[in-house]
């Protein structure tokens, strides 16, 4: 099985968006403000299309086999994010009603993953890994000192992983809520 790793399309929107909600269904829907799964799709389809947004196609790479998207990678300058998040923010209140506040959830000197997802079907194979290997050859290629992600604090399999790979405990994070441990590893 070879899977290739490349920058994300436009026209991959709807697998990339199907594998975001996959990872991240509970937040899309606070986003939001229901749990109506057309509407997140519909949501994070059109954020992935736009430039300047945490969750757009410029942030992002995808895991394929053969031609079907089989994993997502959403990662970027940790230095970008609180621009990206009042982006997301601004869409939110206007689209949205949203009146929430959103805490910080990376540091300027990471490569942060904010979003990390395999098909299901697909999983048990190395794809999840891959991605995460592929984000720490992308940070020291352009000298990032760490490498950052949150990981909920309900889910051990995930935390083995990262712990699996050289990850530590940065801090805690609380988005909505929901209890996040930020994970760092140097990159250099």
Same mark, same amino acid.
């Given at each position: 099985? #070879?899977?290739?790793? @490349?920058?994300? #399309?436009?026209?991959?929107? =709807?697998? %990339?968006?199907k594998l975001l909600l996959e990872a991240m269904e509970d937040l899309i829907y606070f986003y939001i403000g229901k749990n109506d799964k057309e509407k997140a799709l519909a949501f994070l389809e059109n954020q992935f299309k736009l430039k /300047? #947004?945490?969750?757009?196609?410029? +942030?992002?790479f995808?895991?394929?086999?053969?031609?079907? %998207? %089989? *994993?997502?990678?959403?990662?970027? /300058? *940790? !230095?970008?994010?609180? =621009? $990206?998040?009042?982006e997301l923010i601004t869409f939110l209140? $206007? /689209?949205? +009603?949203f009146k929430s506040h959103l805490n910080p959830e990376t540091e300027a000197d990471e490569f942060y993953i904010d979003a990390l997802s395999v098909n299901p079907d697909m999983r048990g194979q190395k794809i999840g890994s891959k991605l995460i290997y592929f984000a720490e050859n992308h940070a020291k290629e352009n000298n990032y000192k760490h490498i950052g992600l949150l990981v909920d604090k309900e889910n051990?399999?995930?935390? !083995? $992983?990262?712990h699996r790979l050289g990850f530590v405990f @940065? +801090?805690? %994070?609380? $988005? =909505?809520?929901h209890c996040y441990e930020h994970l760092q590893k140097k990159s250099l």
């Open positions: 099985m #070879t899977i290739q790793i @490349i920058p994300a #399309t436009i026209q991959q929107a =709807e697998p %990339v968006a /300047n #947004t945490i969750y757009s196609h410029s +942030n992002s995808v895991a394929k086999k053969d031609e079907e %998207v %089989v *994993g997502v990678l959403v990662a970027y /300058n *940790g !230095r970008s994010h609180f =621009e $990206l998040q009042q209140k $206007l /689209n949205h +009603n051990p399999a995930a935390k !083995r $992983l990262y @940065i +801090n805690a %994070v609380k $988005l =909505e809520q």
